[in-house]
């Protein structure tokens, strides 16, 4: 499946992984320590509060996990098709997402946990559009199944099985915008509280009018 996506790919792969794992940052640093760029931890605690019935607690991590849903369901209907093509709606998306973060960005300025519900949004969003695109090779905002598949890869050449060495670069910058991502989060979020979370809103707009000078020119 890498072999049959544009060489671009990298490029954007890696800026959606820095903008997401600022976005986590940000979440992990001002949500009391909860994720929202990926799922896992958040209904690992939606169990532990389940089993304490707090009920408080468990309306707002199944408000994060329904938003994630809404998120990529914004995703399902702007993009039809599950084959990369300039053209199509991602620069739409990333602009809705974009709208997200600010919002969210607003709300949590406010204290009100709306923001944590619109930032979760913005992550299945950009979640599903890119899982879509590369038939679920790429994935921007988690890591586990990067990690995963990294380590299949290792056993593989171990055993003496050749690897494709473009996955493995494209696992590498993932890691490396995530990681990267989440050390600016971080920095702006001591620096500056939720204002931390107009990098990545801002990122995604950039991104987005890319994308379109990118088709138009390829078009011509």
Known sequence: MISQLPRWVETGAFLLAFLAGSVNAVGFLGFQHQAVSHLSGTTTILGAELASVNFLSVTHLLLILLSFVFGAALSGILI???????????????????????????????????????????????????????????????????????????????????????????????????????????????????????????????IALSYWVFALQQAK
Not at 92 to 113: C, G, H, P, Q, R
Not at 138 to 144: E, K, N, P, W, Y
């Open 80 to 206: 039809r098709h599950t084959a990369l093509k300039l053209g199509r709606n991602y620069g739409v998306a990333l602009l809705i997402e974009s709208a997200l973060l600010f919002a969210a960005m607003m709300m949590l300025l406010d204290d009100s946990t709306y923001g944590h519900y619109l930032a979760s949004a913005a992550c299945g969003l950009q979640n599903a559009m890119a899982t879509t695109f590369s038939g679920a090779v790429i994935r921007t905002t988690h890591l586990t199944g990067i990690f995963t598949d990294l380590g299949i890869m290792l056993g593989a050449k171990l055993r003496g099985v050749s690897f494709d060495k473009r996955r493995v670069i494209l696992y590498l910058l993932l890691i490396g915008g995530f990681v990267s991502g989440g050390i600016a989060g971080s920095l702006l979020f001591k620096c500056v509280d939720f204002f931390a979370l107009a990098l990545p809103a801002t990122m995604t707009i950039f």
